[in-house]
């Protein structure tokens, strides 16, 4: 992943539901600001994310803290509110143009795990994407042939980051509180504290 052909600095755009955030969230972020060659990664919340219905999700400020704890003094990572701010559905097309307009000199990187990347044919206006922001896909395990299996009538520039799998997941997390099986290793102490004074993922 090179520089921009403008050479203008880029800052990497982390949207999901974090919730809970998980350390290889952390870890990604990390690796991406120095392979990427990027100016910060903006951590972004959804308010209410459109193609997550099948539970409860965490009020969006709650969420917000945690991801402020799990990045709290780590240089170049930064979280925002504006889909929290905005409200309703939160759709990535709509933060990417107000993104541009906040930051008109910087180019955008927009980072997903590819299980949204194979969904992207579900998303708002994924047409636009490409004139917006460059994508970089993170695998998960046992991801392969991601080109393939895009449905072809997504056409999006897109390049894939070689981080390694990802084999950690909020929804096994959820799932490991539920149980009473061990979670602590997944996430920060400062994210298991919120967790744990909020009483979140009990039931």
Partial sequence: MG?????????????????????????????????????????????????????????????????????????????????????????????????????????LLLIMGSDQFLSLYKWREVESLTGLAEICVLPRRGDTDLSERLPSKVCVDWMLAPFGEVDVSSSEIRKNIQQDLPYRHLVSRSVREIIVEEGLYQT
């Fill in 3 to 107: 520089e921009s052909s403008t050479n203008r600095s880029r800052i990497g755009v982390f949207g999901g539901t974090f919730d809970p955030p998980h350390v290889a969230h952390v870890q990604i972020a990390q690796f991406l600001l120095d392979f990427g060659r990027l100016e910060s990664v903006l951590w972004i919340p959804a308010a209410t994310p459109p193609h997550k219905s099948d539970y409860g999700i965490t009020p969006a400020n709650i969420r917000l803290r945690m991801v402020s704890a799990a990045i709290k003094g780590i240089t170049g990572q930064e979280v925002s509110d504006i889909e929290i701010l905005r409200g309703g559905y939160s759709y990535t097309v709509e933060t990417l143009r107000a993104l541009k307009q906040i930051y008109p000199e910087k180019d």
